[in-house]
């Protein structure tokens, strides 16, 4: 039986439960609640199924096959339009709380939760009565109340305080009334929860990091431990920490703590060292070439950084939604050069220091060696199908099919980070990856912000070396990779930002990220940069001429933005909840 059930969660995140499935949906057929869970495999498939939904957030393809969040930051541009569409709703400032009535995807940022966690709750209602013996249920059990956890923090991070419904499990008949919880009370509950699932699961599903097949992808002592961490940060951060969009003292302890407290930020500290001292995980590495442990970790499903992830069969998910034209790519999202400015230079030290040696009519030799495994830029090298070989892609104004075009919106980049360079997507073969929605790197820099703003910079710079020294950034002769010696909180502070930004780059961080530092009218307004690059000379010889211009799209980000409106219909059907502020 055991084994029975260890193949059923092979199933984890890879496909729904087509039982499971058919016996939530309002349909006349021979799958009951009795039939489920009178069964292992059935029950076990019914946890299999909330797992599938972990990535929803990730998911490249969830806004109507056009992409997430990322779409709508700094970061990257749309390469499609429609009034309805998520990303336009996000970037264009039109956001009501009637948005997500016209937007499935939108009402989805409430509703998919909110779906998982009634199966989670009906999941514990009736693990009691399975056949799955007592051991397992303690374990399933621990892996139910993660993975509630798990979306109740998308919840908080876009909406702040929610209503709290605890094991409850609403039928179709009935008709819940509850208000939203304080701020306070989610982030307690959801800590609550996370301790106590940590003290029932695996330390790690196969010894020090990474998985094993038949457990990858399930909830861990140490998933539910970066997860805390993940929390916590968020709590600490500016928007959550005394920075309510609002005056009304009631609406302010929903969507915040109502003042500041500096013992957030060590608490969030504490919250990442314990990950960080469990000696469970590490920053995989592969010195063949520069930085190349941060390009193979996105290709090896297996390995010790990643802490939750979401399994996927082989495929060539980013491939597809990333790579240009020429690579038979859909190009959805395009990396601005806002981000592109934001990597360092191989010294480490920001293109902006005249000492750097940057060099803008040479722009991207030199450079941190994350930029070229993130972004595909004007003559890099990617595999192309009708030579079998790595090609160069040509970006430059009016270059056949993958350069500039008004119709086209391209910023001059495209995106390849997790891609398979010797991998186009109309190419045989497929990669065997699953998605990073955890991994060790973010515990790193989770710690770095949390005790920087504690008011101890020199204890975040070991994190960050550590993370440089994978990166491939050279040492220097005073082995700082870069960095500056003796920051201050607010030096560091952004140093720390902008290496999130380009270690977690298109991993579904930035928007909340931008939010959450309520940085987003600052750097979220206005139109994106693109770069503008002319060819000249004549073969074999050709020259580029690089010119930084905006890009296509106006960017409209109004302090409510900060947070999410609550739809209209869920405030009408539950009106004891407030809606949140500017809407």
């Given at each position: 039986m055991k084994?029975l059930l260890?193949f059923?969660?092979l199933?984890?995140?890879a496909?729904?439960c087509?039982?499971?499935?058919?016996?939530?949906?309002?349909?006349?057929n021979?799958?009951t609640?009795?039939?489920?869970?009178?069964d292992?495999i059935?029950t076990i498939g019914f946890?299999?199924n909330?797992?599938?939904g972990?990535g929803?957030?990730?998911?490249?393809g969830?806004?109507?096959s056009?992409?997430n969040s990322?779409?709508?930051?700094?970061?990257?541009e749309y390469?499609?339009?429609?009034?309805?569409?998520?990303?336009v709703?996000l970037?264009?400032?039109s956001l009501?709380?009637?948005?997500?009535?016209?937007?499935?995807?939108?009402?989805?940022l409430w509703?998919?939760?909110?779906t998982?966690i009634?199966?989670?709750?009906?999941?514990?209602q009736?693990?009691?009565t399975?056949?799955?013996s007592?051991?397992?249920?303690r374990?399933?059990?621990?892996?139910?109340r993660?993975l509630?956890?798990?979306?109740?923090?998308?919840?908080l991070?876009n909406?702040?305080?929610?209503?709290?419904?605890g094991?409850e499990?609403f039928?179709?008949?009935?008709?819940?009334?509850y208000?939203?919880n304080s701020?306070?009370?989610c982030?307690?509950?959801?800590?609550?929860e996370?301790?106590?699932?940590?003290?029932?699961?695996?330390?790690a599903?196969?010894?020090p990091?990474g998985?094993?097949?038949?457990?990858?992808?399930r909830?861990t002592k140490?998933a539910?431990?970066a997860?805390?961490?993940r929390?916590?940060?968020?709590?600490?951060s500016?928007l959550?920490?005394?920075g309510a969009e609002?005056t009304?003292?009631?609406?302010?302890?929903?969507?915040s703590?109502?003042?500041y407290?500096?013992a957030h930020?060590?608490r969030?500290?504490?919250?990442?060292?314990?990950?960080?001292?469990?000696?469970?995980y590490?920053?995989?590495?592969?010195n063949t070439?520069p930085?190349?442990?941060?390009y193979?970790?996105?290709l090896?499903?297996v390995n010790?950084?990643?802490?939750?992830a979401?399994?996927?069969?082989p495929?060539?998910?980013?491939?597809?939604?990333y790579?240009?034209p020429?690579r038979?790519?859909?190009?959805?999202?395009m990396?601005?050069h806002n981000?592109?400015?934001a990597?360092?230079?191989?010294?480490?030290k920001p293109?902006t220091?005249p000492?750097?040696g940057?060099d803008?009519?040479n722009?991207?030799?030199n450079?941190?060696?994350?930029?070229?495994?993130t972004i595909?830029?004007?003559t890099?090298?990617y595999f192309?199908q009708?030579?079998?070989?790595?090609?160069?892609?040509?970006t430059?104004?009016?270059a056949?099919?993958?350069g500039?075009?008004?119709a086209?919106?391209?910023?001059?980049?495209?995106?390849?980070?997790?891609?398979?360079e010797?991998?186009?997507n109309?190419?045989p073969?497929q990669t065997e990856?699953?998605w990073?929605?955890?991994r060790?790197?973010e515990?790193l820099l989770n710690?770095a912000e949390?005790?920087?703003?504690a008011?101890?910079?020199?204890?975040?710079?070991?994190?960050?070396?550590e993370?440089?020294e994978?990166?491939?950034i050279?040492?220097?002769?005073n082995?700082m990779?870069?960095l500056?010696v003796?920051?201050?909180?607010?030096?560091?502070?952004?140093?720390?930002?902008?290496e999130r930004?380009?270690?977690?780059?298109?991993e579904?961080?930035r928007?909340n990220?931008?939010?959450?530092?309520?940085?987003?009218?600052?750097?979220n307004n206005?139109?994106?940069?693109?770069m503008?690059?002319t060819?000249?000379g004549?073969?074999p010889?050709?020259?580029?001429t690089y010119?930084?211009?905006?890009?296509?799209r106006?960017?409209?980000?109004?302090?409510?933005?900060?947070?999410?409106?609550?739809?209209d219909?869920?405030?009408r059907k539950m009106?004891l909840m407030?809606?949140?502020?500017?809407?």
């Amino acid at each position: 039986m055991k084994k029975l059930l260890l193949f059923a969660a092979l199933a984890v995140a890879a496909t729904s439960c087509s039982d499971a499935d058919d016996f939530l949906e309002p349909k006349t057929n021979a799958i009951t609640e009795a039939t489920v869970f009178s069964d292992s495999i059935r029950t076990i498939g019914f946890l299999s199924n909330i797992y599938s939904g972990v990535g929803y957030s990730f998911d490249k393809g969830r806004w109507s096959s056009h992409g997430n969040s990322e779409l709508a930051t700094d970061d990257a541009e749309y390469s499609l339009s429609g009034a309805f569409q998520a990303a336009v709703l996000l970037y264009n400032g039109s956001l009501s709380a009637l948005t997500g009535q016209t937007s499935p995807e939108i009402a989805a940022l409430w509703n998919n939760p909110y779906t998982n966690i009634r199966k989670v709750n009906l999941f514990l209602q009736k693990l009691p009565t399975t056949p799955l013996s007592a051991g397992t249920q303690r374990r399933v059990a621990a892996e139910a109340r993660f993975l509630r956890a798990w979306y109740y923090h998308h919840l908080l991070i876009n909406y702040g305080g929610i209503p709290l419904i605890g094991d409850e499990v609403f039928d179709i008949t009935d008709f819940p009334n509850y208000p939203r919880n304080s701020y306070a009370e989610c982030v307690d509950y959801l800590v609550s929860e996370l301790d106590a699932v940590a003290e029932i699961l695996p330390t790690a599903a196969a010894g020090p990091g990474g998985y094993t097949e038949q457990n990858y992808g399930r909830a861990t002592k140490g998933a539910a431990q970066a997860l805390k961490s993940r929390v916590l940060l968020y709590a600490a951060s500016p928007l959550f920490n005394g920075g309510a969009e609002t005056t009304d003292p009631e609406l302010q302890a929903i969507v915040s703590y109502p003042t500041y407290s500096g013992a957030h930020w060590q608490r969030a500290a504490d919250a990442a060292l314990a990950v960080i001292n469990s000696n469970q995980y590490s920053l995989y590495r592969d010195n063949t070439r520069p930085g190349n442990g941060f390009y193979q970790v996105f290709l090896r499903r297996v390995n010790p950084e990643y802490i939750f992830a979401l399994y996927r069969t082989p495929n060539k998910d980013f491939e597809g939604y990333y790579l240009p034209p020429t690579r038979s790519g859909a190009t959805y999202s395009m990396p601005t050069h806002n981000i592109a400015e934001a990597f360092p230079m191989k010294n480490g030290k920001p293109i902006t220091d005249p000492t750097s040696g940057y060099d803008p009519r040479n722009p991207y030799a030199n450079r941190d060696p994350r930029f070229g495994y993130t972004i595909i830029y004007n003559t890099s090298r990617y595999f192309l199908q009708s030579t079998g070989r790595l090609e160069e892609v040509l970006t430059y104004d009016g270059a056949p099919n993958d350069g500039f075009t008004p119709a086209g919106q391209r910023t001059g980049y495209f995106c390849r980070k997790m891609c398979d360079e010797n991998l186009a997507n109309n190419s045989p073969g497929q990669t065997e990856r699953g998605w990073p929605l955890m991994r060790y790197a973010e515990i790193l820099l989770n710690y770095a912000e949390a005790i920087n703003e504690a008011g101890q910079p020199q204890l975040a710079y070991p994190k960050l070396i550590e993370l440089r020294e994978r990166a491939g950034i050279e040492p220097g002769a005073n082995n700082m990779y870069g960095l500056p010696v003796g920051m201050s909180v607010d030096q560091m502070r952004e140093v720390i930002r902008n290496e999130r930004r380009i270690e977690l780059a298109f991993e579904d961080h930035r928007w909340n990220d931008i939010r959450r530092w309520k940085i987003a009218v600052a750097v979220n307004n206005g139109y994106n940069k693109r770069m503008q690059i002319t060819r000249g000379g004549a073969a074999p010889n050709f020259t580029y001429t690089y010119n930084v211009t905006n890009s296509v799209r106006l960017h409209v980000f109004k302090p409510a933005q900060y947070l999410m409106p609550i739809t209209d219909n869920e405030i009408r059907k539950m009106p004891l909840m407030r809606q949140n502020p500017g809407y």
